[in-house]
């Protein structure tokens, strides 16, 4: 059992909203200024940043992130990224993680929307991170207030240095007019926009997870809580990525088998006003949607005719009894 990465001191908006500069989702690092020491795409990479003594290649000590050469002339060093969606984002974490005397001094981060796959000389690029003053071995939590949807980001190093992580937090935005009426989505997926609102517990992993495409690689890629030593269960909230009807409901415990939840249910509601907080309260009064069901180790479970008919809804709480681990939740509805 892999002992829970999430950082207790990280902003909301690293729970709530998607990596849109994933590789296993289609991030990618296009071109950077300069590379000498570690390969801009380490930069990206899911895991987090380690350190290994005594690990060196042809250019130096490795390193595992982005990592420039010392820059002896005038100018900035800089890396094109291109997201995996079009998205807004809401927040980055500019992750110096055993960068100690090799950090840069400041970053920051412009992004710009293009139908190329390398933006081409006269796109428009904007500031979304003014320049931000860093530390070594330690993550920079930006919020970012831009409404406005972006593919490619530009991130500039003042003047040189290594980034170990870049993790850029937000929403993909999708064109839902071109969807056939009556065909069902997964109204959960992070990739339609769906997001964790809050859980009560994700001690070995977020509940975010939950929502990723795919089925989850091993016991690590899901949402995960602690042994419960109390009465009562552990829950989840998910804002849908659009309001639906769902029809059908897949719980995907794989990998689980000495953790994974005796039961489950889901309860739903179409909510108008208020906060992602205020929900917390609200969601223990909606009505149910899936009655307590059973489930089995390493097994997609799926419930169509077990549901309550309640229209359309905009949020879910999905609840395991007492606890465990879940790789992934899917609920595919008609949009309302």
Not at 8 to 14: Q, R
Not at 55 to 73: I, L, P
Not at 191 to 196: R, S, V
Not at 248 to 268: M, W
Request: with cysteine; net charge negative; charged share 25%.
């Amino acid at each position: 059992m892999a002992t829970s990465t999430l950082d207790p001191n990280a902003p909301a908006f690293t729970r709530r909203y998607m990596n849109l500069a994933d590789p296993r989702l289609g991030a990618k690092a296009l071109v950077a200024s300069d590379e000498f020491f570690a390969p801009k795409e380490r930069m990206l990479d899911p895991q987090p940043a380690v350190f290994i003594p005594g690990k060196y290649d042809e250019h130096g000590k490795w390193m595992d992130g982005w990592e420039t050469r010392r820059k002896r002339t005038a100018g900035h060093d800089h890396c094109v990224v291109r997201l995996a969606r079009p998205g807004i984002v809401h927040g980055v974490d500019l992750d110096t993680s055993h960068f100690t005397g090799n950090f840069p001094p400041a970053a920051s981060i412009e992004a710009c929307h293009t139908g190329d796959d390398v933006p081409s000389e006269d796109a428009q690029w904007h500031v979304i991170v003014p320049a931000t003053t860093l530390q070594g071995n330690q993550h920079h939590y930006v919020e970012v207030n831009d409404a406005r949807a972006f593919t490619h980001l530009r991130v500039n190093l003042y003047p040189d240095g290594g980034l170990a992580r870049l993790r850029v937090y937000g929403q993909p935005k999708r064109e839902w007019e071109s969807v056939e009426r009556g065909r069902l989505v997964d109204l959960a997926a992070v990739e339609n926009g769906a997001y964790l609102v809050a859980a009560n517990n994700q001690h070995f992993g977020p509940a975010s997870q939950m929502l990723m495409p795919g089925r989850g690689v091993n016991m690590g890629d899901g949402w995960e809580t602690r042994r419960r030593r109390e009465p009562g269960n552990d829950w989840a909230i998910v804002a849908l990525a659009r309001p639906g009807t769902i029809r059908r409901i897949e719980v995907d415990t794989a990998h689980f088998k000495g953790n994974f939840p005796d039961r489950c249910s889901l309860q739903a509601a179409s909510v108008v006003g208020g906060t992602d907080e205020s929900l917390v309260t609200q969601a223990m009064f909606w009505p149910v949607l899936l009655a307590e069901q059973k489930l089995q180790m390493d097994h997609v479970h799926t419930f169509a005719a077990e549901l309550a008919a309640l229209g359309p809804v905009t949020h879910v709480r999905f609840n395991i009894f007492p606890d465990g681990g879940v790789s992934r939740l899917r609920l595919w509805g008609e949009l309302g």
